[in-house]
């Protein structure tokens, strides 16, 4: 699987938009950008995915550049509830039973 | 909205002793999950299970951790006999069969404490 680069933290203002990167110079064809968060003691959650194309859900954006090296995680308007460890995941396509591999990730600090 | 569920939520037990992790997976699931997190660490992958097998393990889950689905709807995790070492948090996870698709949902985990 790719490799991804993120920044240890991050910091942000409750009510602006959280943009997290990720470098991932090494994606081959077939895979794809998954983001997971943390939240203090709890369980991973599912935030977004993609392949090529920009994604939007109810929680997030998720801009992967043309050439698929990096990406941009968008939080549009942060809440102290966001304060969490981001995962930016690099998986291949046939999913499979493939387990997720955590690295360090992101820790997003919200101030209020 | 349908979420996997742990049991129990915190374990004490002594080193030697065995323990059984608990966890209900969603009821529509096919791909089910272990994960380790020790405390300050990150979170670990420990094994898969899929069609009443395991599918991929990882050098963390030796002989002395074991997985079962003895039934339609719970999904464990044996730890023969506790180390010190193996006190985490301890986390389910579980996902359809769509193709492309690795959306896991977690569950709360269980903190298993090994005095």
Not at chain 1, 26 to 52: A, C, D, F, M
Not at chain 2, 45 to 61: A, G, P, R
Request: hydrophobic share 30%; net charge negative.
């Amino acid at each position: 699987d790719a490799k991804t680069t993120q920044p240890t933290s991050m910091d942000c203002a409750e009510g602006r938009a959280a943009n997290l990167p990720c470098n991932h110079s090494t994606i081959s064809g077939n895979e794809y950008v998954y983001w997971y968060r943390q939240i203090h003691s709890q369980g991973p959650q599912y935030i977004i995915h993609g392949l090529k194309n920009n994604e939007t859900n109810e929680m997030a954006s998720l801009i992967i550049t043309e050439d698929r090296k990096s990406s941009t995680l968008i939080l549009p308007h942060a809440t102290l509830r966001d304060t969490a460890v981001y995962y930016c995941i690099v998986l291949p396509s046939g999913g499979g039973a493939d387990g997720l591999t955590f690295g360090k990730g992101t820790h997003l600090i919200i101030q209020p | 909205e349908p979420e996997v569920t742990q049991t129990p939520s915190h374990q004490v037990t002594q080193m030697g002793q065995e323990v059984i992790l608990r966890c209900v997976p969603i009821s529509n699931h096919l791909y089910f999950y272990w994960y380790r997190q020790i405390l300050g660490q990150k979170v670990e992958f420990l094994v898969s299970f899929y069609n009443n097998e395991i599918s991929e393990k990882s050098e963390i889950f030796d002989d002395q951790f074991s997985v079962e689905r003895p039934d339609g709807s719970n999904f464990t995790l044996k730890i023969r006999s506790t180390k010190l070492e193996d006190s985490a948090m301890y986390f389910c996870a579980s996902r359809t069969g769509l193709a492309g698709y690795n959306e896991q949902f977690f569950g709360p985990g269980t903190r298993l404490t090994v005095l």
